[in-house]
């Protein structure tokens, strides 16, 4: 088994660090079950069967094991799942030298979640509106993923380092991207939703010509065995980050039953016939995994080469054509995919942002267009040291440019952004003060003129 790197003050000294530290990182690289001696180890106070006991007579302590095997895991695996990220509270029979503080559990760390995610949003502001697509989801079903990455639980969970906290790749969304358009384009739903199997469009590669389909285009040629042609497609889908509603992953249990049946067990049966019937009385085999609970946010971000796609699709770019498939992409594998691990018994199934407002009873923000002025005007403010897209956006002096706009068109187009972006960060239905108080006057004085207010909802 191999040692994890603890440091030294995290193993006997304070077990606040290790509370402290990210669920990724207390479930891989601090998890409690790495170690040579872990009943001499302070950091596994949360194992039932495997904390340091006292003699009562000699007042000694017991001495273990020298290091766990394999198959002595199995009970305690859960406890450490457990203990790494469900953090259950303390317990006061266990002998400790001091009392930890309360388990932050992931509060601390749900800045640097959102923070991933304002970075990403940043970053897709800097890209042409036509260039970007972006798509908010809300998990009806828990969400898992990265189950076949090695661990001792033997379910593993996909963190994204150095950070410590779940992710989905990208390849992982267009994989089911991919597999949702597919299913559209072949004809096995009623309604095809725009896509189709096929193949208009072509490209020179060498002396030989290679005909192309929506998705070879959109996604890339998939190449067979032996195959020369490759076409890179023109969509780059960007690494999902959840936004985890609670203050915790949550632990889910899967049971096998008659591994008798389907496990051969060579050491107690080493000559064949190594099967046994199946029958009722067989032992189940109850197996830990970390899921993100329900409700948690998804936001994906995919971007378009419109250089690539006009050379080899001019039709699919324009008007956003582009755009309009993939979203009825994302609709179908929200409805039937899902995304994730574990798909087929009902895992990683969303619904669109919009729809679980819808749902639950909560105002819906009616969509509007993306002003490309006011990208170009955020862009121009947030060049400037110190200031950050939030505090521009609602600050007084993006309000005053855009009262200051002579086109009557631009300045609705702008207007209806801005308070679309508000109401999408709830500043708009909550009090403001200072320079943000004053933007939300002159833009409530906007929308009291009768050309420039409308279509703003």
Not at 181 to 186: K, Q, R, S, T
Not at 320 to 329: G, V, Y
Not at 429 to 444: L, P
């Amino acid at each position: 088994m191999p040692i994890a790197a603890v440091p030294k003050y995290m193993q006997d000294n304070d077990p606040e660090f290790y509370l402290a530290a990210p669920p990724g990182h207390r479930f891989l690289l601090y998890f409690p079950a790495w170690g040579e001696n872990r009943e001499t180890r302070k950091l596994d106070w949360r194992m039932d069967d495997r904390v340091p006991k006292i003699d009562k007579k000699t007042k000694q302590q017991k001495v273990g094991k020298s290091g766990p095997e394999w198959e002595d895991l199995t009970n305690g695996q859960f406890a450490c799942t457990i203990a790494a990220c469900k953090t259950p509270p303390y317990d006061e029979e266990r002998p400790r030298a001091r009392k930890p503080k309360a388990d932050p559990g992931l509060k601390s760390w749900m800045p640097v979640m959102e923070a991933l995610l304002a970075r990403q949003i940043a970053a897709a502001s800097r890209i042409a509106h036509d260039a970007v697509h972006r798509v908010s989801a809300q998990a009806i079903s828990p969400f898992t993923t990265g189950l076949g990455n090695e661990h001792p639980l033997e379910n593993g969970f996909a963190f994204l380092n150095p950070y410590g906290l779940p992710y989905l790749p990208g390849s992982g969304v267009k994989g089911v991207l991919r597999q949702a358009a597919g299913e559209l384009a072949n004809g096995m739903w009623a309604d095809k939703r725009g896509w189709s199997d096929e193949k208009p469009y072509a490209i020179e590669i060498g002396e030989q010509t290679v005909s192309l389909s929506m998705l070879d285009v959109l996604f890339g040629l998939e190449s067979k065995d032996g195959d020369t042609a490759h076409v890179r497609g023109a969509l780059s889908f960007w690494d999902m980050i959840p936004q985890i509603v609670a203050d915790s992953l949550m632990v889910e249990i899967m049971t096998p039953h008659q591994s008798h049946y389907y496990q051969i067990d060579k050491k107690k049966n080493p000559q064949p016939p190594h099967f046994q019937s199946p029958h009722d009385s067989g032992q189940p085999t109850p197996l830990s995994f970390l899921t993100v609970p329900p409700k948690s946010r998804f936001v994906f971000h995919v971007m378009c080469d419109l250089a690539c796609l006009k050379r080899l699709a001019p039709d699919l770019a324009e008007n956003d054509r582009w755009k309009t498939l993939l979203q009825s992409a994302f609709e179908h594998a929200f409805a039937w995919l899902g995304f994730g691990a574990k798909t087929a018994v009902g895992y990683g199934a969303m619904i669109r942002a919009d729809e679980s407002a819808s749902q639950t009873g909560e105002r819906q923000v009616s969509p509007a267009p993306r002003s490309r002025w006011v990208d170009d005007k955020l862009r121009e403010l947030c060049s400037k040291p110190g200031i950050k897209e939030d505090d521009a956006l609602r600050g007084k002096t993006l309000a005053e440019a855009v009262k200051a706009i002579d086109d009557e068109t631009t300045r609705r187009e702008a207007l209806a952004d801005i308070v679309h972006r508000w109401k999408e960060k709830g500043w708009w239905a909550s009090k403001v003060s200072g320079s943000a108080k004053q933007a939300k006057a002159i833009y409530e004085e906007l929308l009291g003129k009768g050309p420039a207010a409308q279509g703003v909802d």
